[in-house]
């Protein structure tokens, strides 16, 4: 998950808000209230939009096995109108798009299908509308533009494996959704899309897709449908405002002190003791990277920054500065001792099997052995201690409240 950027944009609109339930308490003891102050900025939840790649493309593989129709984004001219679409491929021509033997003359295609139709962008099919957008540079951005809670149905089941429970997977979706507004309410005016298919946002595979051997995966579920409607309009707020509610795999026994992280870090995100995720398979860790490896790394990263790094001659880690933090990653090459990060000296390594910045370091040959433990930033809800605290008997809302302490969990509806 990233930060988000931006404005409000949807702040404004007319509306008024029912809210209908709570939630949990601030603290310990104290009961729960009716929360009657609508949560501020937030309005009539439109269709999210997704942005399905990475990168912008020259060309994309569409498929759709039931009705449809394209016509330019926000206009009425119907462009095609068919009764499926076999797999072709789209590309870029000068005035818009090829599309199988035929030109359409837009910027920007919308692709509706059918009630609860969908469409397959390349090896995932999306529920919801898909637009390609024309970019400079002769590309093309794929937004999905899709009802809100059969988003959050995919988030759950892309982010959280139905053996995590259903109070773990229902504390998944209001963070998922409170997580999905944040962003919506935070995307910059002209921006095509709220965020991003992956986990520099959330994991969303769609409805259905295609693995990496060819099998078909269902990417929702009944039981994730159901989670998401029953639990729908539901999100996290501190003082009346909604937050984007950051979360991550494993803490290792601690939640990381938001703020250390994200500049926009609601109070919620405060550094939590957590002793419910020891039975993920990352709780502890280890890698090894060759010496060579790392100081090549390391020079590349200091002449990155206008420096000078010689020979790699000591590597250790320093103590946390506070419960939470981030540990210093002290290294010296016999002439200077710098001190980075762990957060960054992991970026400079690459992130690939050195899951999370809690590691200690040790020489072995020509090896650095890295020990540690936790996948992710460590920031909010623990996904693996949110799977112990529902098997140990916690529902969705205490599960929430262990992670995001001083939140409560509103419902919004737009009656
Ligand atoms: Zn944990």
Redesign the pocket.
Known sequence: MRKPTGTWIIAGLAFSFVIALILFPRQRGQRARLVIQPPQGVAKFRPIRVCLVPEAVTTVSIQIDGPFQVTPVGGTQILLNQPRQAKTAVTLVLNGFRWDQRELSAPRLEITPAANGAVWVGEKEYPGKVQLIRIPGGRMQLVNVVPLEDYVACVVDSEMPREFGPEARKAQAITARSYALAQMQNANPGAFYDLHASTRSQKYNGRRYLSSDGRMLAGDSAESLQLAYETAGMVCTYEGKLFCTYYSA??????SLGSDFFSDAAFPHQSVI?E??ADSPLYRWQTLRTNAEVQEKLHRYFADQGSRFESLTSLAVGPVPHPGGVAPVIMSDGKQTVSLPATTFRRILGTNGLYSHHFQVAAQGTNWVFTGS?NGH?VGL?Q??AR?LGHAGKNGLEILAHYYPGAEVVVLTDE
Not at 250 to 255: A, I
Request: hydrophobic share 20%; charged share 5%.
């Open positions: 494993v803490c290792s026994g601690r939640t957590c419910w995720c936790g460590g623990c693996w201690g112990g």
